[in-house]
């Protein structure tokens, strides 16, 4: 009784997380009426139409606007449910809660990673067709399918790793942990972080990044790596659009080589940098 009412209440950060989006855009949504089409005839005789409203739905300013938004009010709701609630702590000792090794492998991963999701993406997108055009209109709203505006940079790159953290591994995972072990706390974390996506292709490739997330930020033994990590994904993805200049079998190489031999190397080194950490904790005593 006391795993199946866990489950339930670690939904609820998502469904919170989802509330506040949802209330967000009704909001900015309203606003962006009231301002470009007037309260009354008085101020605009134009009626807007369903078409308005598509135009407006679709618009990349209107919606980079939103997820900063909603960025920040995730970050500070969860924020501080993580730390009254959770266990959770901001405080980072470098001596205790660092290793050189943590960092290498988690540099060496980053690139991996991304070099990984994309094999699985197109591997998916090659089956789902329909998946693949859904992603890509939805790139296409949020400008990341060519040049990345200023703002969208800020949220794709500062802003959502923070809040995606807190809500998922700092949040979500923490209160599965109360009544689960931690590889069914992480696959719960990450079937609910590829859910928030919202879209299958981007979905699959979510779950995957979250159960590494996961893992970065329980084995790792602070939520700083899970957010560095991201971080740094979220940046090689915003900024790699020089890999379309490759040629595509030499891209097609460098992406299976990343993904099962990089990736392995840098995961071995994350691993060594856990152990040589708790060997320096337990000498300092």
Not at 122 to 138: C, H, M, S, V
Not at 210 to 234: K, M, T
């Amino acid at each position: 009784m006391k795993k199946f009412s866990t489950f339930l209440f670690s939904l609820v950060p998502f469904l919170i997380s989802f509330g506040i989006q949802l209330f967000l855009a009704m909001y900015f949504a309203i606003i962006a009426v009231i301002f470009l089409f007037g309260i009354s005839p008085v101020i605009s005789n134009s009626i807007p139409t369903m078409d308005d409203f598509m135009t407006l739905f679709t618009d990349m300013s209107f919606n980079t606007v939103i997820m900063i938004a909603f960025s920040v009010s995730c970050t500070v709701t969860f924020g501080i449910w993580y730390y009254k609630s959770c266990g959770g702590n901001y405080r980072f000792n470098v001596k205790k809660d660092f290793h050189p090794l943590q960092l290498a492998g988690l540099l060496i991963m980053v690139p991996a990673t991304q070099f990984a999701t994309s094999l699985l993406m197109g591997i998916l997108g090659t089956i789902f067709p329909k998946w693949l055009e859904d992603y890509q209109a939805l790139m296409e709203t949020s400008g990341l399918d060519g040049e990345v505006p200023l703002l969208m940079m800020i949220y794709s790159v500062c802003l959502a790793p923070i809040s995606e953290e807190l809500i998922f591994r700092g949040v979500t995972m923490r209160i599965a942990r109360r009544a689960f072990p931690f590889w069914v706390a992480n696959i719960i974390q990450a079937v609910l972080f590829g859910i928030f996506h919202m879209n299958w292709l981007q979905g699959c490739y979510a779950f995957v990044l979250g159960i590494i997330l996961g893992y970065i930020c329980e084995r790792g033994g602070s939520i700083y790596y899970a957010i560095l990590f991201h971080f740094l994904f979220n940046l090689w993805g915003t900024t790699s659009q020089w890999l379309n200049l490759i040629n595509e079998y030499v891209l097609t190489a460098l992406i299976l080589i990343s993904t099962f031999v990089v990736f392995p190397i840098g995961f071995i080194l994350f691993r060594q940098g856990i152990v040589k950490k708790k060997e320096m904790t337990n000498g300092a005593f």
